[in-house]
T-cell receptor
Framework: AQKVTQAQTEISVVEKEDVTLDCVYE???????LFWYKQPPSGELVFLIR??????QNEISGRYSWNFQKSTSSFNFTITASQVVDSAVYFC?????????????FGTGTRLQVTL | NAGVTQTPKFRVLKTGQSMTLLCAQD?????MYWYRQDPGMGLRLIHY???????AKGEVPDGYNVSRLKKQNFLLGLESAAPSQTSVYFC?????????????FGPGTRLTVT
């Protein structure tokens, strides 16, 4: 069975600090996909990134970066120079790539609070 | 292009009442999903559909039924609402295997059962 663990329930930082959100996953599949979604206070879910299990390259998009390490089954998310607008709940999710429908297994989320 | 829409946005039900949540997508996606989000538990899959006329159970299907009569619509029904079904419900769609594509989510429906 798949499992995603986000051990950090809530993180508070001051604006301009860097912050890393941890994600650890479990799967028996050799091919799988990992995702990060953002849920701002307005409630919608915003897709941030998808990574497949064959691509261990780190990804950088502006102030956001992701570190995927298969050896430790981790897919961590770093926000550099955080801003108040980054305040949200962030979800890590895992999808298997086999079967007729791949379903997302979500972690329980990390609430990030960025203050001035 | 509205993406994924959900109707209604909010609803209050009394225990035992029934209701249907409507999800519509205009992206011609094959796959559609219903999730519920509860505090501290992330999103959990209720039911999903891999195409018009097909449905399948997810992680927490009890107390819910679904139908996919048209490709663009996915309905979630509660036949006899219970307080345990108080939650935020999200619909999502994806072009094909969700593993290869991200899921696009609707804005959510906040349901309270008293």
């Amino acid at each position: 069975a798949q499992k995603v663990t986000q051990a950090q329930t809530e993180i508070s930082v001051v604006e301009k600090e860097d912050v890393t959100l941890d994600c650890v996953y479990e799967t028996r599949d050799t091919t799988y996909y990992l995702f990060w979604y953002k849920q701002p206070p307005s409630g919608e879910l915003v897709f941030l990134i998808r990574r497949n299990s064959f691509d261990e390259q780190n990804e950088i998009s502006g102030r956001y970066s992701w570190n995927f390490q298969k050896s430790t089954s981790s897919f961590n998310f770093t926000i550099t120079a955080s801003q108040v607008v980054d305040s949200a709940v962030y979800f890590c999710a895992l999808s298997e790539a086999t079967g007729t429908a791949s379903k997302l297994t979500f972690g329980t989320g990390t609430r990030l609070q960025v203050t001035l | 292009n509205a993406g994924v829409t959900q109707t209604p946005k909010f609803r209050v039900l009394k225990t035992g009442q029934s209701m249907t949540l409507l999800c519509a997508q205009d992206m011609n996606h094959e796959y559609m999903y219903w999730y519920r989000q509860d505090p501290g538990m992330g999103l959990r899959l209720i039911h999903y559909s891999v195409g018009e006329g097909t449905t399948a159970k997810g992680e927490v299907p009890d107390g819910y039924n679904v139908s996919r009569l048209k490709k663009q619509n996915f309905l979630l029904g509660l036949e006899s609402a219970a307080p345990s079904q108080t939650s935020v419900y999200f619909c999502a769609s994806s072009p094909n295997l969700a593993g290869r594509y991200e899921q696009y989510f609707g804005p959510g429906t906040r349901l309270t059962v008293t």
